[in-house]
């Protein structure tokens, strides 16, 4: 599976944006797709994760309310709507994927199958 992370820019405090991340090869439906972070300095964070079919999501308490993670199977594309950002925000951010759903948890980083490059996301305040 190869992951294509895309829609990050410069955004003000507040504002919102959309990331979307294709993925290619193997049926992507087939995979649990997550979203990460990381800031400068700062180890990778994990923010969202989303079933199989989309009907389970998984938030860190840190975005928790503010952003949203979706998938469309039809696409194979998995999208985080961010809102309310602020400028703690700033970050690359990364799509991964993986086979097991882990409810009520986040993935551990080492059952990350692939991950995407990422994009940055830059918030000004």
């Known amino acids: 599976v190869q992951l294509q992370a895309s829609g990050g820019g410069l955004v003000q405090a507040g504002g919102s944006l959309t990331l979307s991340c294709a993925a290619s090869?193997?049926?992507?439906?087939?995979?649990?797709m997550d979203w990460f972070r990381q800031a400068p300095g700062k180890e990778r964070e994990f923010l969202a994760t989303?079933?199989?079919?989309?009907?389970?999501?998984y938030y860190a308490d840190s975005v928790k309310g503010r952003f949203t993670i979706s998938r469309d199977n039809a696409k194979n594309t998995v999208y985080l709507q961010l809102n309310s950002l602020k400028s703690e925000d700033t970050a690359v951010y990364y799509c991964?994927?993986?086979?097991?759903?882990?409810?009520?948890?986040?993935?551990?980083?080492?059952?990350?199958?692939?991950w995407g490059k990422g994009t940055l996301v830059t918030v000004s305040s």
């Open positions: 989303v079933s199989w079919s989309g009907d389970s999501t």
């Open positions: 991964a994927a993986h086979r097991t759903y882990y409810y009520g948890s986040p993935p551990p980083l080492g059952g990350i199958d692939y």
């Open positions: 090869g193997r049926t992507s439906s087939t995979y649990v």
